[in-house]
């Protein structure tokens, strides 16, 4: 039982700080710019094909920083030519021109790389056990995601509340306008903004592809669980995305590894629930099969009793 | 120093701006009076870019129409809008930080001559800008604009919904203002105040300037008071 509370808790952190990666350059770009990014997990996935074919001339650490810096500046154009000029119809056109750039990139990414998942794995430096826990060995890869993503939030933290551009972005939240009149570039803003949540994106891609998977539908599995995160943890909060991140990640670890249903909670008030009676399918469902289903039960309930989430400042 | 030559500008099908020709010179209060919804506010939103004008605005001899804001904001014109427009979720300190230009510092304003000058706002600086009351925030975007160092500054509405007391604080700050010789373009509901700063004033009605003369002479203008200012 303490095994599998650990190794849930464990693997529930590393699935948490891998969404983090994910959301947290969406936190920029939706929570505070307001851009309803439908493509972002497809930056995720460029960034994981990118690290993986560039891995294989420059090695695995070139590519860790490199792969990033290229779909950042993918995503500084697709501001620049795309979405600056969608931008002026209003949020839903900006919404359908990312829905179109989503399949775009995928049938981009089949085309060059195929329909089968890569063969990008764990880099030899990190491949091996870090340390052993009641007799099993945990990977020192899952560590590293870890160290990736907590430098992740620190940086982001201190980019936005220690810096003159986050003082930039942030007031451009409320009053565009008036930032342009101080003498502050705005678009020019907008744009790095974007290029930077796309380059974190990616970032989580080129570690996350390892982790998970390097396959074209990749982005689509990913996709819509970013919003949610971004909205549970509330529009524009860094902070909220990380705690969003992880409650999600174990929440959901944890429904599939403990196996219970609604009928073990009758048999703990000492109700047994007949297996033939009528609501038997819900009583004996077990959470295996609820668990795919919880972040956007999560999402869904969040909207009606926190619309503005669990630490943002207005409401989604 | 700011001079507009027949100015147009357009929300959508209705034409706001009809022809706008005026000036302001370097240490001088010029107010724009009128009733609401004559153009006086979009006068300044289309000199500082936000709003595309047509026709020509020049500022130190130079045509500066229809370039992005920040540009004219580096130029020199500054804008205080009519909403105060303070940054919520800032403190005063990151509000005025956002008003330094990363060009062109080391003009008269600097953090320690507006805390000189508005001690409240120094007592209140990590404060969220929010949580000022209406004359603080009033006061701090006239110090965040200030901390720019503008030559020119266009100032919309700053009374309104202001105490007594801190509507004659704002129109002794404008005095100084002018004194340094930057030209100040004051847009005005309080025709008391305006007649008692300004040096030269215009009338606005439908989109023109309908007069165009000194507090005195306006004073002199029953006519123009009654057809274009009383209500």
Redesign the interface.
Known sequence: MLETITFSLLNGLLYGMLLFMLSSGLTLIFGMMGVLNFAHASFYMLGAYFAYTMGLYTGFWVALFLAPIAVGLIGAAVERFGLRQVHQYGHVPELLFTFGLAYVVEELVRLFWGNTPMNYRVPEALDFPLFSLFGTNYPAFRVFVLVVAVSMFVGLYLLLKRTRAGLIIQASLSRPDMVSALGHNVPQVFMWVFAFGTGLAALGGVVGGIQLVTEPGMAFMMGPIVFVVVVVGGLGSIQGALIASILIGVLQTFALSVDWSLANLGMVFGYAVPPESFFATIWYMDSTRIAPMLPYLLLVLMLIFRPRGLMGKRES | MLVTNELHAYYGKSHVLRGVSMEVRAGEIVSLVGRNGVGRSTLCKSV?G?VPPVGDVHFDGRRVTGQ???RI??LGIG?V?EDR?I????SVA??L???V??RGNGGRWGYRDVFNRFPRLEERRDTPAEALSGGEQQMLTMA??LM?NPRCIMVDEPTEGLAPRVVAELADLLKEIAADGIAVLLVEQKLSIAKQISHRMYVMGDGRIVFDGTPSQLEDSPDVRKEWLEV
């Open positions: 500082m936000l992005a804001p920040h904001a580096h804008y809008p427009a940054f919520p979720g800032l990151e509000n930080e956002l008003g230009k990363r965040r604009t720019g």
